[in-house]
């Protein structure tokens, strides 16, 4: 592992980023005064000495032990950039599902893309218990003049993910009573989803063979499983990636497995949307 990474790994709350922005603007404010008064008053030499040894010695020392004191190192920092990744990064991209209204302009006048409007986005709301490395999601996902839902858990262990996608028991009943479907949920999901899992099972073949190594690929677990949350029975399709190691600390590598994610989801949502109705 590089410096840059084992940098990386570290982790500031968010009260030590404002507490070191205020203390900078303190000490700032007080060395450019013992500086002036040093410069223009010729009865205080002194002050210039002290704002110079301000700025030089004691302004550095006290960040450094500021910083050391609150931050996060080692497995405590990998726990809490997870939870962050799993918070706010995954749920930040998914949001973006929905495809949008598209409103083209000459390329002249795109000094900065448009925010995507609110009615556009997909409504994610999260559950997670601090120092775990899981997360449920409820994705609402608008569909005409109405909402396609999806219930999602991403469990994130360092250089492995899974992705969990849970299907209401009672909801599949009815399609499957609706198309008079006699087989499994396992065959009603698998013909409703069939290109999407075809991509994934290519994707995996190639990142197994070495063939291509720059992507993430999903290995479905063969058996679809039976869970009961919160009082509800739910059929749940299971996917398995390894991802790099440095995933929950790299931005590049967050953002990545983030989007890759959305792509893969809204790739199931289009596919068949009746399921998620």
Not at 107 to 131: D, I, K, N, Y
Request: proline share 4%.
């Amino acid at each position: 592992m590089n410096i840059s990474n084992q940098v990386q790994m570290i982790f500031i709350p968010w009260w030590i980023r404002i507490l070191v922005a205020v203390l900078v603007l303190v000490y700032v404010g007080l060395a450019g005064y013992l500086l002036h008064g040093g410069l223009i008053a010729g009865d205080k030499p002194d002050w210039f000495a002290a704002g110079t040894q301000l700025l030089g010695v004691g302004f550095p020392i006290l960040l450094v032990a500021i910083v050391i004191a609150g931050a996060s190192f080692g497995e405590r920092s990998i726990i809490r950039r997870t939870e962050k990744m799993l918070v706010r990064t995954i749920p930040y991209h998914l949001q973006f599902i929905p495809e949008e209204t598209r409103r083209f302009a000459d390329f002249r006048s795109h000094s900065r893309p448009p925010m995507t409007a609110q009615r556009e986005l997909a409504q994610v709301s999260l559950f997670m218990s601090r120092g775990r490395c899981c997360a449920d999601y409820i994705l609402k996902v608008p569909n005409n003049d109405a909402y396609l839902t999806l219930n999602l858990r991403v469990e994130l262990n360092v250089k492995r993910a899974n992705i969990n996608v849970a299907f209401l028991r009672s909801h599949l009943d009815q399609l499957m009573a609706g198309e008079q479907f006699d087989g499994c949920y396992g065959d009603f999901l698998r013909g409703k989803f069939s290109h999407s899992l075809a991509i994934e099972a290519l994707q995996a073949r190639e990142h197994s063979t070495g063939e291509d190594r720059s992507t993430i690929a999903y290995a479905f677990n063969s058996e679809f499983l039976s869970r009961t949350v919160d009082g509800q029975d739910y059929v749940v399709v299971v996917a398995s990636t390894g991802v790099s190691y440095d995933t929950v600390w790299n931005p590049s590598e967050r953002v990545f497995f983030a989007q890759d994610l959305m792509f893969m989801i809204r790739a199931f949502m289009q596919e068949c949307p009746e399921i998620f109705e």
